[in-house]
């Protein structure tokens, strides 16, 4: 399928992180890859449709998870999503848990986050042409697309916490006891390694953007485990990703 077959009305476009390379909901599926300015995105796009709304995929560590989060090229996914008519963009972020309601196997949508990331490319304007942007950032995440996100959760009985600090880690290795101790008295509530630099180049393009966070295990020192275990993780998200069909068709169709 070619950039020109797409039509200009889709509804909603989803970015799937750990666990999560493919939309099993979404059907009539067809694929477009292709490069931005910014270079070569993650995977191919998948175009399909849910509940008769168009809706756009794409695996943020690739369809076969062969990048890291401190290499993805978050400034190619994101402007290639633009590039296809993409104004509303559902960030799925596969995170541990650090305060109490947080726990394994529950969804949150995140209303603010805190940048531990660094060497990042994290804006557009990293070249020297054109003029910086400097976009406000006090509610990093579109009010408007997280309130219809939990009006749709709640009308379907799926409970999603609402609120809740996402503190973004460099990664690839996860943290130890004491950076997670270090984000609580910061005030995080989760921890995971790619909701930034999205959440702010997603700004500056001027897309609506929300996380929903699927909590995979509890962060380091956060409970009595002594080891986080990607078999532990990958079973969890499983898990707390069930509901996500149900969710996004409420979304997508406002009840």
Not at 79 to 97: C, F, S
Not at 171 to 196: F, H, K, N, Q, Y
Not at 222 to 241: F, G, R, Y
Request: hydrophobic share 45%; net charge negative.
């Amino acid at each position: 399928m070619s950039d020109a077959a797409v039509d200009q009305d889709i509804a909603l476009a989803v970015i799937g992180g750990t666990g999560l390379y493919k939309l099993a909901s979404l059907q009539d599926e067809q694929t477009l890859a292709g490069n931005t300015i910014y270079g070569e995105p993650s995977a191919p796009v998948r175009i399909g449709r849910i509940a008769g709304h168009r809706v756009a995929f794409l695996a943020r560590h690739g369809e076969d998870h062969s990048i890291p989060p401190h290499r993805v090229n978050y400034r190619a996914n994101l402007r290639r999503l633009q590039d296809l008519g993409v104004a509303r963009v559902l960030a799925i972020n596969t995170v541990g848990g650090i305060t109490e309601r947080f726990a394994p196997r529950t969804l949150a949508c995140p209303d603010q986050i805190i940048d531990y990331t660094w060497g990042r490319i994290s804006t557009l304007w990293d070249e020297p042409v054109g003029v910086p942007l400097h976009v406000d950032f006090s509610e990093p995440y579109s009010q408007g697309l997280r309130r219809a996100l939990l009006v749709a959760a709640m009308g379907s009985g799926i409970d999603v916490i609402a609120g809740g600090c996402y503190g973004a880690t460099q990664g690839p290795r996860l943290e130890s006891r004491a950076e997670i101790a270090r984000m609580r008295r910061d005030g995080c509530d989760l921890v995971g390694m790619t909701g930034m630099p999205e959440a702010g180049l997603a700004r500056e393009l001027g897309l609506e953007y929300a996380s929903l966070a699927l909590i995979a295990n509890w962060a380091a020192g956060c409970s009595d485990s002594a080891e986080i275990t990607l078999a532990e993780v990958l079973a969890n998200v499983e898990v707390a990703s069930a509901a996500l069909p149900e969710l996004l068709k409420a979304l997508l169709t406002g009840r």
